[in-house]
């Protein structure tokens, strides 16, 4: 599964755009489709102290993003493009309409990558799925 994205990392670019236009669409596109109110947003699970929504989609495109790219150089512009794409895409809900900055979804986005992060760090030291 690994050499698949790997080799197709369309999907990472994929994945990657379309959450980007859903953080940029004024309101809620998927509340929109769901319930014709693009101020309704569906949740997948409650919320706790950080976004579930958020952490979910994170945990997705890291996981995704991890899985696209294997050399270590290439690993590490990805850890740092994940981090700054969190931060920059919660901070763009200061300009747009019908969004709003809330510190929870920052978190949420942060947390679902850093837990990849961990996780990635844990399976290169202990050598998990080596050859």
Do not use: C
Request: charged letters at 15%; zero cysteines; proline letters at 3%.
């Amino acid at each position: 599964m690994i050499k698949f994205f790997s080799n197709y990392k369309i999907i990472f670019y994929f994945i990657n755009f379309s959450l980007i236009f859903l953080y940029l669409f004024p309101g809620s596109l998927i509340g929109w489709f769901l319930y014709n109110d693009k101020k309704i947003q569906p949740q997948i699970t409650p919320d706790f102290v950080i976004s579930s929504n958020h952490f979910y989609a994170f945990i997705f495109l890291s996981v995704i993003g991890f899985f696209s790219y294997d050399k270590s150089s290439q690993i590490k512009i990805v850890k740092i493009y994940l981090i700054v794409l969190s931060i920059i895409l919660e901070l763009f809900h200061l300009i747009i309409p019908d969004r709003s900055f809330q510190w929870r979804d920052l978190f949420g986005n942060l947390l679902g990558v850093i837990i990849v992060i961990l996780i990635q760090n844990l399976i290169n030291k202990y050598g998990f799925f080596k050859k």
